[in-house]
């Protein structure tokens, strides 16, 4: 394959205003891994921070689960209290701190089997990011036989 010169005119303008050693430097590739960084590394950053969020996003997930868990058996023993599962699951909350932020637990009791949803949302590092997260666990209620 052959290559393509530029045009005579061309050729001459460049020996007179380009000197013979910058016309090296800009033929080498001295400071390019300096640029391929700049564009390269956003997009690492915003990959560290999503792999960050995701692993924020299923630890307060397990946590609402685990809160749901907590209510539900505060609320289905024998004696338990109409608001004994709800306040357990805050309780279990406001312990394990703030990987599940604003945090709503609702309690629903249908014949003899309870339900605890606990959802919120997800404590978030990306800007304009906001997950939630709602788990929910029913069990059966105790009773005397």
């Known amino acids: 394959m052959r290559a ?4 005579g005119w061309v050729r001459r303008l460049r020996r007179r205003v380009i000197s013979p050693a910058w016309a090296a430097r ?3 590739d001295r400071g390019d891994s300096v640029v391929e960084f700049a564009v390269v590394f956003p ?5 560290v921070f999503l792999v960050i969020e ?4 299923f630890h307060a997930r397990s946590v609402a689960a685990h809160a ?4 539900a058996d505060a ?3 024998y004696d338990a209290q109409p608001g004994d599962g709800s306040s357990a699951a805050y309780d279990f909350l406001r312990r ?12 629903n009791t249908t014949g003899n089997e309870i339900a605890v949803t606990v959802s919120g949302d997800v404590a978030s590092l990306v800007p304009g990011l906001s997950l939630t997260v709602s788990q929910t666990v029913q069990a059966p209620i105790e009773e005397f036989r």
């Open 75 to 77: 609320g289905r023993l």
């Open 68 to 71: 749901a868990q907590i209510g």
């Open 43 to 47: 997009a690492v950053l915003v990959l």
């Open 54 to 57: 995701g692993g924020l996003y």
């Open 26 to 28: 800009l033929r080498s």
């Open 96 to 107: 394990t701190g703030e990987s599940v932020e604003d945090p709503s637990v609702a309690v």
């Open 4 to 7: 393509i010169r530029p045009p």
